[in-house]
């Protein structure tokens, strides 16, 4: 259910990585923030209005300057 309002709620050039057994990560680069915040309350929103279970999400944002270094962090699929 949320890989699915993940993967509709982001453009191509995103990222949606699997950070553990729950947790998900967005990569979003040459995003402002701004949009982050948007997509954080959409995708909270998305959730909250699912109705086959009763669901909750955390969501937190953070902003890194060199997103070119960032990138290579994460696993490529």
Not at 17 to 25: D, I, K, P, T
Not at 41 to 60: D, F, M, P, W
Request: charged fraction near 25%.
């Amino acid at each position: 259910m949320l890989s699915r309002i993940l993967e509709t709620s982001v453009d191509r050039e995103d990222k949606i990585y699997r950070w553990g057994g729950e947790e998900f990560l967005l990569f979003l680069p040459h995003s402002p923030i701004g949009r982050a915040l948007i997509l954080a309350e959409g995708i909270r929103q998305a959730v909250s209005e699912y109705q086959t279970l009763s669901v909750t999400v955390s969501i937190g944002v953070a902003e890194h300057m060199t997103a070119k270094r960032l990138i290579n962090c994460f696993p490529r699929r």
